[in-house]
């Protein structure tokens, strides 16, 4: 199976800064990578598909970059609904998540 | 607009088995693969497997073969989830999704049912 590990796990981050998480595969999946934000109690959100694919109606703050075994998500300026979980998945075989990074508010 | 709408809340004994249901509507059903993914409680979100709507074709993920059974019913747009011999750590919210492209399985999901909460306890 194909494992995927996010970092950080968790981070503190004001509204404004850029921010950066972190998604490598144990083997590479191409550009089969996919990010997901997910807000307490509700279903994920696609955010990026195909590694760097923003999902129709997702701000364009939004980023994704990467290719092979290690990935990026980038926020470019925080905004107040950024504050969430953001999951990787790969879509390569199967579809396993990361673990998730929490996004706090600084 | 696209919509998945999941059955209800369930509390199930360990040992049972749960039917949990997901109706579409705004989208041929039969277009688009269904995907369902678990998350247990304060966990991170767990891939379970696909069915494809048009044929009934399934690919589950190996820690769920043999417990899970995916189907569906095009008549009514609806796929189905049925999970078996439950213990306390399939305790979780289960999600149905859409595949985001027509007719080919991408595993990226564009859609999601708002989840259905199974609790396994005796």
């Known amino acids: 199976d194909i494992q995927m590990t996010q970092s950080p796990s968790s981070l503190s981050a004001s509204v404004g800064d850029r921010v950066t998480i972190t998604c490598r595969a144990s083997q590479s999946i191409s550009s089969y990578l996919n990010w997901y934000q997910q807000k307490p109690g509700k279903a994920p959100k696609l955010l990026i598909y195909a590694a760097s694919s923003l999902q129709s109606g997702v701000p364009s703050r939004f980023s994704g970059s990467g290719s092979g075994t290690d990935f990026t998500l980038t926020i470019s300026s925080l905004q107040p609904e950024d504050f969430a979980t953001y999951y990787c998945q790969q879509s390569y075989r199967t579809g396993t998540f990361g673990q998730g990074t929490k996004l706090e508010i600084k | 607009q696209v919509q998945l709408v999941q059955s209800g809340a369930e509390v199930k004994k360990p040992g049972a088995s749960v039917k949990v249901s997901c109706k579409t509507s705004?989208?041929?059903?039969?277009?688009?693969?269904m995907h369902w993914v678990r998350q247990a409680p304060g966990q991170g979100l767990e891939w379970m497997g696909w069915?494809?709507?048009?044929?009934?074709?399934?690919n589950y993920a190996q820690k769920f073969q043999g417990r899970v059974t995916m189907s569906r019913d095009t008549s009514i747009s609806t796929g189905y989830m049925e999970l078996s011999r439950l213990r306390s750590d399939d305790t979780a919210v289960y999600y149905c999704?859409?595949?985001?492209?027509?007719?080919?399985?991408?595993?990226?999901?564009?859609?999601w049912g708002q989840g259905t909460l199974v609790t396994v306890s005796s």
């Open positions: 999704a859409r595949d985001i492209h027509a007719y080919i399985v991408a595993t990226t999901l564009d859609y």
């Open positions: 069915i494809n709507p048009n044929s009934g074709g399934t």
């Open positions: 705004g989208y041929t059903f039969t277009g688009y693969y």
